[in-house]
């Protein structure tokens, strides 16, 4: 039997192959009895408050010290959590669900070192701000992790409704996005105030066993914990505010009278469901929470016997698909202020559903009616059998005796603990017998995604309520966060503490918060949804990425375009019409963009108005037709648009590049400039062209801002996006694009550019006799150089960018003249190669120096900053040169992210990618980026001189 008085955790066997395999295994909570004296256990209190108990064994041949701190997960508010758990963690202690612990078994002539060691969790915690920061960076990263993994999925959700008075009292309670809202300063005023109030003599314990005299222990208890008195101070205002534990209160008397009241916390029946549960398995977990702890300690040993009749009832039901004994398992679980007797079992193939299951499952807990009171007495018997045991050795009864008092805090732990055996001999077998027939327990039953979406309505009809790790945790639902916004004080400290350091930790923000914001799913139809949402945004962007772009048509260069276009122009006029009709209140834009690989088509809207654009969007889509007329004015815009960009030097320069990397591809085709686009074309094209776009395969979705629920909006979306359907003649195949051969030698070219002499007068206003146009030789024509690069899905991108924006912005720097400008443009999937694009050269020369001066100089610093690096310089802040260099990246990949439009395309241009949020990802790279890192970079990707340049024949 497994004794374990600590809170039970809910926890995974987990077997990755094509499926995982769910098997939560509780832990059973032997309640013990020792058979020595009640005088064994000495107990002495000291002045500045200390309890210290005493086990003298002069049989052992060591000594065992252990202290605990009532500052534990049970100690937590919604506000602190997470910072009892860091707290402990810095000094040096283990948490626990009622204590904070530290222990150390030494010699008896070691015996000071002990007290030395175990009294240092007592010590206040010192640590500079830049250690701060690492530190709560870090405890973020792990927070998040923990709340998006499907374990901590499951026990935040199961935590949270089987404890909702304050489901933050576990290891699992901490909200992502209210922990990682905390400045450092903030964090060090609330860890000082944790400090204060709970690592103090009065609110510790001393545990002695082994070797040890009651002598020599007082001596050593004074000595090393005396001196702590003075940090005793008691519960003064500032700490008060700082934890806003009086307000937490309030807070959790309200939750339970509406608890009581039976309006909120009532429901018991929940499906939890992830795409990484197996889909062959269903896993049942049921838990009662009114048995009392000797109740549920006595139910738990007489069920959970494999030759238990209750066992065997179970088995003989062959649809639950029970694969043995072994696979059923019944626990007790306590912590403080909480019994639950906990079943758990494995469901299999059967031709029932989970639901179905569930209900013969759940039927067989109530039919038992075998209890008797010999039963009862066994498990007694049993019990105290296995406490014999333990009571052999002082520390495993010392071990026994810390979990209890984390129990029965404030009580006299050994007196109540010496009267189990008679209090579990005396548990009424008929009682307990009715409560299980007549008690309501909470059944959780975790399913994959596949069977979730199969038996939705039968989850529905049987009073299911789905949970998800979008919704599982407390603080995603909507109640707590209703109640957080009338309860919730803000953080209180001194102004005077805070330091530069929040601004060191905007990165962490953006990176935490934006991850924690986001979801994805797939509607029936397979087509990809991901959502961003912004809390309390009042507009909506809907994204469609729709694949091939122009490379659909490559022999008709443009035609993508012009049907991309055509699709935009219908859902205008539609806005447009329900604008007019009053359908529509708020503003709405509608863009389109078409390039190599994928078109995108995006529109914005009021989030109270989402649905109804919604409902227009897929019907346009899907319904609407392209006319004649339509289609001609499109036509003729795009290829007035493509004469311009065709007569652009940069982009002539870049036709050059493309076919010096790419010889003999069919990608050139989009890279004629000297000819039109779109090519000659008639409506019979067009028409014939529509559908093919018009495939469910094709598409992706992507929605920011102010979204609704993720069930409401899934709903939506399948409403009207779900009708799409798939045909083999018109499914993706994919738009694989040849990679660019860069070469071996380097080349340096030049061609003749075409100039165009434009004027922004009108026709109608420029009268009989325009401007004459001097004809000239001399052009300020732009330099390309172009650089292979990493993978565009690998993480190596964000630092390659990164020194690309450093290299350009060096480079005009070096150049001197405020009319040239060297523009960085990074690769992606159409152009997997990176360019830098100086303007305005007067000398093609200046623009060879500079780079070459750039890079050499970037190279130095970089290589002296790594040298540089010692332990000393990494508790200083990030060296000025890595802070510049990440400042410069952030302004240009991600000046863009201001609205819900702006990061919408952020997030289509990862997910062609393979990574919705790989512009997170490269942030997060970029900010933890060391001198070493760009180096390997640097050396790798950027050579003294680019491989590949194209000058004009006009310049110098």
């Avoid at 001596?219 to 003075?230: H, M, N």
């Avoid at 398992?329 to 019994?339: D, I, P």
């Amino acid at each position: 039997m497994l004794e374990n008085w600590t809170d039970w955790r809910f926890t995974l066997i987990i077997i990755r192959m094509r499926k995982i395999f769910l098997l939560c295994a509780a832990f059973l909570i032997s309640a013990c009895v020792w058979s020595a004296t009640r005088n064994s256990v000495r107990t002495f209190t000291f002045e500045n408050g200390l309890t210290m108990f005493l086990l003298e064994d002069n049989s052992c041949a060591t000594v065992t010290a252990d202290v605990c701190v009532d500052a534990g997960f049970s100690r937590q508010t919604e506000r602190t959590a997470g910072f009892f758990e860091l707290y402990a963690a810095l000094a040096g202690g283990e948490i626990g669900s009622d204590y904070v612990r530290v222990q150390k078994t030494v010699a008896p002539l070691e015996s000071e070192e002990a007290f030395q060691f175990v009294s240092s969790l007592l010590k206040p915690i010192s640590v500079s701000d830049a250690q701060l920061r690492r530190i709560l960076e870090d405890a973020k990263r792990r927070v998040s992790s923990q709340a998006a993994d499907v374990t901590g999925f499951l026990n935040a959700a199961i935590d949270a409704k089987v404890f909702p008075a304050a489901p933050w009292k576990s290891s699992s309670g901490t909200s992502p996005a209210f922990f990682s809202s905390y400045t450092v300063a903030e964090a060090r005023a609330m860890l000082d105030a944790i400090s204060k109030k709970y690592y103090v003599p009065s609110n510790t314990c001393l545990f002695l066993s082994g070797n040890i005299s009651a002598q020599t222990a007082q001596v050593l208890a004074e000595k090393y914990f005396g001196r702590a008195a003075e940090r005793s101070v008691g519960m003064d205002e500032k700490i008060e505010k700082t934890l806003g534990e009086g307000q937490s209160e309030l807070l959790e008397k309200e939750i339970a009278e509406r608890i009581s009241s039976k309006s909120f916390g009532t429901e018991r029946r929940f499906v939890l469901y992830d795409g990484e549960f197996s889909s062959d398995m269903t896993q049942i977990v049921v838990q009662y929470t009114d048995f009392s702890m000797n109740e549920a300690d006595v139910l738990s040993v007489i069920l959970d016997q494999n030759y238990a009749p209750y066992k065997q009832e179970v088995l003989k039901e062959s649809q639950l698909g029970i694969r043995g004994a072994e696979y059923i398992n019944v626990a007790s679980a306590q912590k403080r202020g909480s019994s639950r007797l906990i079943f758990q079992s494995l469901f299999e193939g059967s031709k029932l559903n989970p639901v179905e299951q569930a209900d013969i499952f759940i039927k067989k807990i109530r039919d038992i009616s075998f209890l008797t009171e010999r039963d009862i007495s066994y498990a007694a018997e049993k019990i105290g059998a296995d406490f014999e045991k333990t009571s052999d050795s002082s520390r495993s009864f010392m071990e026994l005796l810390i979990q209890w008092h984390a129990l029965k805090k404030n009580d006299f732990p050994d007196q109540s603990l010496f009267a189990r055996v008679p209090e579990l001999a005396a548990v009424d077998a008929s009682f307990v017998q009715k409560r299980l027939s007549g008690s309501e327990p909470f059944v959780f039953l975790l399913v994959s995604s596949k069977n979730y979406l199969k038996y939705e309505k039968r989850f529905k009809d049987a009073s299911f309520i789905p949970l998800t790790r979008k919704n599982g945790a407390w603080y995603t639902q909507t109640e707590y966060k209703e109640l957080l916004k009338k309860n919730r004080v803000s953080a209180v400290y001194d102004i005077n503490e805070i330091s530069d350091e929040d601004i060191q930790l905007a990165s962490s923000r953006f990176v935490f918060e934006g991850r924690n914001a986001f979801s994805s799913f797939s509607l029936s139809n397979g087509i990809p949804v991901t959502v961003k949402s912004v809390p309390n945004a009042k507009t909506v962007t809907l994204a469609l990425t729709i694949s091939g772009g122009d490379m659909l048509f490559s022999k008709t260069p443009g035609l993508t375009s012009v049907l991309t276009d055509c699709l935009a122009v219908n859902v205008r006029n539609e806005l447009d019409i329900m604008a007019m009709e009053n359908a529509l209140s708020g503003s709405y834009n509608v863009t389109a963009k078409t390039n190599a690989t994928s078109s995108f088509l995006t529109v914005s809207c009021s989030a109270r108005e989402m649905n109804q654009v919604l409902k227009m969007l897929a019907g346009v889509l899907i319904y609407s037709d392209i006319s004649p007329a339509l289609a001609d004015g499109v036509t003729y815009d795009e290829r007035t648009q493509w004469r311009i960009k065709a007569g652009s030097a940069n982009f002539q320069l870049l036709c050059e590049a493309m076919r010096e990397l790419y010889k003999g591809s069919e990608y050139l085709s989009l890279f004629k400039e000297n000819e039109d686009k779109p090519v000659t074309m008639n409506f019979v094209d067009i028409a014939e062209a529509y559908p093919i776009i018009l495939d469910a395969s094709r598409y992706s979705i992507v929605v920011t801002g102010g979204v609704p629920s993720q069930d409401a909006l899934k709903t939506a979306l399948e409403e009207n996006f779900g009708t799409l359907g798939t045909h083999s003649v018109t499914a993706d195949g994919g738009i694989a694009l040849d990679a660019p051969v860069f070469p071996e030698d380097g080349a340096a070219k030049k061609i003749q550019l075409k100039h165009l002499f434009l004027t922004d007068v009108p026709a109608d206003k420029a009268g009989p006799m325009p401007a004459v146009l001097v004809p000239t030789t001399r052009f300020l024509d732009p330099v390309l150089y172009c650089f292979s690069s990493p993978d565009v899905s690998s993480k190596k991108t964000g630092l390659f960018n990164a020194l690309l924006f450093e290299i350009a912005g060096r480079m005009e720097e070096k150049i001197k003249d405020e009319n040239t400008k060297v523009n960085a443009i990074e690769s992606d999937v159409d152009y997997a190669f990176a360019r830098l694009v100086t303007t305005n050269v007067l000398k093609t020369a200046t623009v060879d120096n500079a780079y070459k001066a750039a890079v050499k100089e970037l190279r130095a610093e970089l290589s002296n900053l790594a040298s540089e690096a010692d332990d000393v310089a990494k508790d200083k802040e990030k060296p000025r040169l890595l802070s510049e260099i990440e400042s410069r990246w952030v302004m240009h990949a991600l000046s863009e992210t201001n609205t819900s439009e702006e990061i919408a395309a952020l997030i289509q241009a990862g997910a062609a990618r393979g990574n919705a949020q790989l512009y997170i990802d490269e942030y997060e790279s970029v900010d933890r980026a060391g001198a070493g890192d760009y180096i390997k970079i640097l050396d790798e990707w950027f050579p003294s001189f680019p491989v590949l340049r194209i000058y004009s024949l006009d310049s110098k």
